[in-house]
C-alpha cells in the first residue's frame, strides 16, 4: 500500500511560480509511474502530466506544455510538479498519482493523494 501526500499548494498571482511536491511512502516507490492531475470547480479531474518509472518518459497536457515541469526523486520517495507562468485557469486542486504504468486516465492509477489547492489570482 503506498501513502502519498502532497505539499506546495497556495495562493499565487497570475505569472508567477509554484512548486508542488508529492512524498510517498510504504511502497516501491521506484516502480511507479507517477502522475499529477487537477480538478477545478465543476469540472472533471484531467491529467497534468506523468513520469514514467524510470525517469525516461514525460507526457504533459497540451494546457500546461513548456510552463510546467514533472520530475521524480526516486532516492527521496518524490514527484515533483514545477508550474511556472501560472494563470487564473490552472486553479484547482492538484492531486499526484501512482501507477503501474504511464497513462492519462484516473482509472490507471491505484493510489492518490489527498490534494493540494492551487489558487492563481488575476
Known amino acids: 500500500q503506498v501513502q502519498l501526500v502532497e505539499s506546495g499548494g497556495g495562493l499565487v498571482q497570475a505569472g508567477g511560480s509554484l512548486r508542488l511536491s508529492c512524498a510517498a511512502s510504504?511502497?516501491?516507490?521506484?516502480?511507479?509511474?507517477m502522475a499529477w492531475f487537477r480538478q477545478a470547480p465543476g469540472k472533471e479531474r484531467e491529467s497534468v502530466a506523468v513520469i514514467s518509472w524510470n525517469n525516461r518518459s514525460t507526457y504533459y497536457a497540451d494546457s500546461v506544455k513548456g510552463r510546467f515541469t514533472i520530475s521524480r526523486d526516486n532516492a527521496k520517495n518524490t514527484v515533483y510538479l514545477q508550474m511556472n507562468s501560472l494563470k487564473p485557469e490552472n486553479t484547482a486542486v492538484y492531486y499526484c498519482a501512482a501507477g503501474p504504468y504511464s497513462n492519462t486516465y484516473s482509472r490507471g492509477y491505484n493510489y492518490w493523494g489527498q490534494g493540494t489547492k492551487v489558487t492563481v489570482s488575476s
Open positions: 510504504g511502497g516501491t516507490f521506484s516502480s511507479y509511474a
